[in-house]
């Protein structure tokens, strides 16, 4: 047999997939990637920006409004953003336009503009917008009908802007002449990992100009969509005392004030946000406090440096998945590698196992199965009892298993089609479980699938065929609960076993425009892979998109003939699906690779439910 290809370490992990981010996306509503792709094309000289055209009518003035305000740098010697854009408008709405402070509309490049046979001076934009930027410059999917008026006035016989919109217009083709997207980094609730958090942002023109703008930006926190999620080194006391610089070594020169330093702990999980937020734009960066440097013994910083925050490593191994397994048409766990069943009762097909997790960090196992008092179970293997295979949850339907990065928990979805509720379920000594309130799924039709992120804040959906994101934040206790239904006559205890009462908000909607999700899985902490159709009836094809959404890339569908029903996927390994009964590995490049059987001079391989070790 042959099997994917053995992972690279970590940092190359990091580095394949911001490049592979790079290649081949097509994104709402450009292409672009989270890394700083502009280091040679920001340090440009301003250019003087053109005047509006003389004589021009009332709609031409704001079409040419809308195209000059991707050229927010375009300051010709002024010292002016978004000069260009600023000839449009009247004098008086020069002093007051503060186009860095408005949250950003993407047009489609066929928008309208549409004169006021009415009111004279009255323009109004018409269309559709795939998406914006709020005020955080996190980007929105939206697919929504937008329209507003914009009044004009005659100035020296010249129709000029006097009132503005309240949002900075863009076209889809311009926005990413505008914008770049990037990575700011926070902590999680441990402040021992680093948790993404994508932004779009006017890239400046030097180095330590970038730094400044992202640091600034690291400074004012989270999103909001992650603000009850994730934690900060930096406070409302926080502040850089000095514009950063780049001395003659090349190394970016950093000093704050107002963070606390008091430990080891603060003074390393400081230097991971910085580091990691800045890594793309300078390698080598040298951190103070208060004229002091954070570090003595660290006098310059680089993505090494803080390796072990990362969102992607399994703890206290610098791994990542090992060898892929799927689920045989006996209803056995079996090695994709070698073609073994695994030892233990999973491995048997007694129980029939339908899907299945494990942990390359703990080696558990936690598998759905049928149970053969009708409905399914949750079953949980410990590589120190592999004989066992004990219950901790039954139910109607159960979706597949996630597990938690660290591997004590697997998260389930229970009865998904008639009252959906989310249960953590530890996987090490007796099992317990512990309800999570979703009170945001109700109403949002069957839940089919829930993927945990590897850095435990975000989580995927899928509930009436499409695909939503949202984050795992604190939620007060509500003591034991027990499993409704079928669930609460199962074996396992209700209880929170000592852990941090969780709740998942914020379930938003990441690509409108799928239809029938099926499986989905995280990559890694800034991609997700799904399975899903663009048109009603359609086969599935899988989509690479950016955890907010900005990005979606279509994976070569080359050999997909059916729909596809099961999915594995890892950073630097071979994308595995399941459809029509059987086992596929995509072998070349994803944008043109072809799905082929796993298994050398094999045609095909029966079989369902392929997973990585995570």
């Known amino acids: 047999m042959t099997g994917p290809r053995r992972r690279t370490g970590p940092l190359a992990v990091l ?34 920006p053109d005047a509006p055209t003389p004589g021009a009518g ?39 336009w503060q186009p860095g402070q408005l949250p950003v509309v993407i047009l489609d490049d066929n928008y309208r503009t549409e004169i006021d046979p009415a009111t004279q001076g009255v323009v109004t934009v018409a269309g559709n917008s795939p998406g914006g930027l709020d005020n955080s410059r996190a980007f929105h999917s939206s697919g929504v009908a937008y329209a507003r008026p914009i009044r004009l006035v005659q100035v020296e016989g ?3 802007i006097s009132e503005p919109p309240p949002d900075l217009l863009l076209t889809a083709s311009d926005f990413p002449t505008a914008y770049r997207q990037r990575v700011l980094y926070f902590l999680d609730r441990s402040g021992t990992l680093v948790v993404p958090d994508v932004r779009h942002i006017v890239i400046g023109q030097t180095t330590a100009n970038r730094a400044n703008r992202l640091l ?3 400074l004012d926190g989270p ?26 070594d090349g190394v970016l020169q950093i000093d704050f004030t107002g963070v606390d330093v008091s430990t080891i702990e603060a003074r390393r999980a400081l230097a991971a946000q910085v580091v990691w937020t800045l890594s793309p734009t300078t390698p080598r960066i040298a951190i103070s406090v208060d004229g002091v440097p954070l570090d003595p013994t660290q006098p310059v910083y680089t993505i090494n440096s803080v390796s072990s925050f990362d969102p992607d490593r399994l703890p206290g191994t610098g791994q990542v998945a090992s060898d892929p397994f799927y689920v045989s048409p006996g209803g056995a766990i079996t090695g994709l590698l070698d073609g073994k069943p695994v030892a233990g009762p999973l491995g048997t097909g007694s129980p029939t196992v339908l899907s299945a997790a494990s942990s390359a960090t703990t080696r558990a196992t936690a598998a759905v199965a049928a149970d053969p008092g ?11 009892q592999v004989d066992r295979a004990d219950p901790a949850l039954k139910a109607q339907t159960l979706t597949p298993p996630s597990l938690t990065r660290s591997g004590d928990e697997a998260w389930v979805v229970q009865n998904g089609a008639t009252k959906p509720e989310v249960y953590r379920v530890s996987t090490s000594g007796p099992p317990s479980r512990e309800r999570v309130p979703a009170d945001e799924l109700t109403g949002k039709g069957e839940v089919t699938a829930l993927a945990l992120s590897p850095d435990g804040v975000r989580v995927a959906v899928v509930a009436g065929g499409q695909l939503y994101l949202g984050v795992l934040e604190p939620s007060a206790a509500e003591g034991a609960t027990a499993p409704t239904g079928t669930a609460a006559d199962g074996p396992g205890r209700d209880e929170s076993a000592g852990q941090t009462p969780l709740q998942i908000t914020g379930l938003t909607v990441l690509r409108s425009g ?15 892979v799904v399975a899903a159709a663009t048109a009603p009836g359609g086969f599935r094809s899988l989509w690479s998109i950016s955890i907010d959404g900005y990005e979606a890339r279509k994976i070569s569908d080359n050999g997909i003939f059916g729909t596809i029903d099961g999915l594995a996927a890892a ?27 796993p298994v050398e001079g094999q045609p095909f391989l029966n079989g369902s439910a392929p997973f990585y070790p995570n």
């Not at 990637?33 to 502009?38: E, G, L, N, P």
């Not at 195209?67 to 408008?89: C, H, I, K, N, V």
């Open 15 to 48: 580095l394949l997939l911001l490049a592979g981010l790079v290649a081949g996306c097509t994104a709402i509503p450009g292409s672009s990637a989270a890394v700083d792709v502009t280091r040679i094309a920001d340090q440009v000289e301003p250019v003087a």
């Open 58 to 96: 009332p709609d031409q003035i704001v079409r040419g409004f809308i195209a000059a305000s991707a050229r927010p740098e375009s300051d010709g010697g002024t010292g002016s953003s978004f000069a260009a854009a600023r000839q449009y408008l009247t004098q008086e709405a020069q002093a007051t």
């Open 158 to 160: 010249e129709w000029r």
């Open 216 to 218: 600034a930006m690291l």
């Open 223 to 248: 999103a909001p969509s992650l603000e009850g999620a994730v934690t900060s080194s930096f406070t409302g006391k926080s502040a850089l005392r000095s514009n950063p610089s780049v001395d003659p």
């Open 374 to 384: 009708g409905g399914e179970q949750l079953l949980l293997s410990s590589p120190d």
């Open 514 to 528: 799928l239809q029938d999700v099926g499986p989905v899985t995280f990559v890694s902490s800034l991609e997700v």
């Open 571 to 597: 950073v630097n390994e071979p994308l595995l699906i399941t459809f029509s009964g059987r086992v596929w590995q995509l072998v070349g490049g994803q944008a043109d690779g072809t799905w082929q059987s």
